[in-house]
């Protein structure tokens, strides 16, 4: 195999590895190139036959794309929104390709989108070690928080910002003034623009940045939180709670924003079969909502896996992996499911935006749907791939990588046949996998270059082992 292809994955499923060998293929036709005469000229990642180049798009994708052995640029799509930042730091969440200009919109007149830049830049250092790129994006990032701070920061320390930004366009959020999900994005970009000025030993950013994320977490605490219900709330115009359970609020997950006896109450709702629990988890509205519903109904109850992403990466935050792994196992088996079934029990082979809570199939609408309105779209890939090729890599085998600290960390939780096979650490290809010999269960590794694997099987046995070049394997009874 040569660096120009993808990497392999191997799962004692086979359905696991042909939906993520397809992914890649599908993903092609996502990647665009403008006609010539477009203002925003280029190639990069977007639906196909979008007029618009989007932040989601951008943010999302590089999650992914960061696993193609660079045959796709992670980076690229990001890059465009850098070119149009506006000298008071403002980005906009979507931009007309012919034009070049932003979409304004009556119910979001600043255009702003998830302002979660520094969150996918932290991961793309991880996967490519370029320090330079991180050097030069941090006063891009500054800047646009500036924008942000100035724009929408209240008195009261909270950020009122549109909750249609966030993309959930018809959840039970009417009143919602200061969202939870966009004031939690935001501690999350801080908190990460920090973590960047510490690799670049830039004491004063990193201070300052600190400063923000930890006054946004008291204030996200004080504010948001209902200590009867366990649970974090968007507010009103008068910084009251407004009591609907939406999926918006585990965004504070991956912001570290609960304390451990907050993330207990928190996240057994994730489990409770009346809030979150469903069949196919996470519904995008808890299941006792009056406004919820089966058939979905966009952001009613739909399941949508660019929040399952969100929801299992901040279970990881609070070390609960198996949890993690086990949603993103049933939610990936209910795509497939999706894929072999249609109304009329024929093979309709489709990835959708959006699934059903309950069983399998794509989300619908259970009366008649907005007008214009194309949904659920059918192989939206950029959410879709966050689950078939990002979840299936970190959370389905299990793989941490991070290629400045030359390491790699894989969680084992139960001893299977699976692994990853020639995938590209910047200029080093690795492989990895686990197989049952004469011997017992035996790990294989083959590597160009020296790293550091971290193994830790079933929560009992953690090793952190140097792998030099060639090939060698360890017998797992041996650590």
Not at 31 to 44: E, H, L, M, P, Q
């Amino acid at each position: 195999m040569s660096r120009r292809d993808f990497p392999r994955i191997h799962f004692y499923d086979q359905d696991f590895v042909d939906i993520y060998d397809r992914t890649w293929a599908w993903i092609q036709d996502c990647w665009d190139k403008t006609a010539d005469d477009s203002v925003i000229n280029g190639k990069f990642f977007s639906y196909p036959g979008s007029p618009l180049l989007t932040q989601m798009d951008a943010i999302f994708s590089s999650f992914f794309l960061v696993y193609s052995n660079r045959i796709f640029q992670a980076n690229a799509t990001l890059d465009m929104l850098y070119e149009r930042q506006e000298t008071n730091g403002a980005i906009r969440c979507a931009y007309d390709i012919q034009t070049g200009k932003f979409q304004k919109t009556a119910d979001n007149p600043e255009g702003v989108g998830m302002p979660l830049f520094a969150w996918a830049e932290h991961n793309l250092y991880h996967k490519a070690a370029n320090k330079k790129r991180i050097k030069e994006v941090l006063p891009i990032l500054n800047h646009y928080n500036n924008w942000i701070e100035t724009t929408f920061k209240r008195e009261n320390g909270l950020y009122e910002a549109p909750w249609i930004a966030t993309g959930m366009f018809n959840a039970p959020r009417e009143n919602t003034v200061y969202p939870v999900d966009f004031n939690a994005m935001v501690a999350i970009n801080v908190l990460y623009m920090a973590t960047i000025a510490d690799i670049l030993n830039d004491k004063d950013s990193s201070f300052r940045y600190k400063k923000q994320y930890f006054s946004l977490k008291t204030r996200i605490n004080s504010f948001m939180w209902d200590n009867d219900d366990g649970f974090y709330y968007d507010l009103d115009k008068n910084a009251q709670k407004i009591k609907v359970k939406t999926i918006a609020s585990y965004w504070t997950l991956l912001a570290e924003i609960p304390n451990e006896e907050k993330a207990d109450q928190f996240i057994a709702k994730l489990q409770d079969t009346d809030v979150f629990g469903t069949a196919h988890p996470f519904p995008s509205v808890a299941v006792n909502e009056k406004s919820y519903s089966a058939a979905g109904d966009g952001y009613r109850g739909s399941v949508f896996p660019h929040l399952n992403f969100m929801v299992i990466k901040g279970l990881e935050r609070y070390q609960r992996w198996a949890l993690a792994r086990e949603s993103a196992i049933r939610h990936l088996y209910f795509i497939l499911d999706s894929m072999n079934r249609s109304e009329n029990g024929s093979h309709n082979d489709m990835l959708y935006e959006a699934y059903l809570p309950s069983k399998e199939g794509a989300a619908g609408w259970s009366s008649k749907p907005p007008e214009g309105l194309v949904f659920p779209r059918q192989h939206y890939l950029t959410f879709d791939a966050l689950s078939t090729i990002c979840l299936t890599v970190e959370n389905i085998v299990g793989l941490k990588i991070s290629l400045p600290r030359k390491t790699v960390d894989w969680i084992i939780p139960n001893m299977e046949i699976m692994g990853i096979e020639n995938l590209s650490l910047k200029k080093n290809l690795i492989t990895i996998l686990s197989n049952k010999s004469g011997r017992g269960w035996e790990i294989r590794m083959e590597s160009e270059k020296l790293y550091y694997f971290t193994i830790n099987i079933l929560n009992k046995k953690k090793k952190t082992l140097p792998i030099p070049s060639g090939k060698c394997s360890m017998l797992i009874d041996k650590l």
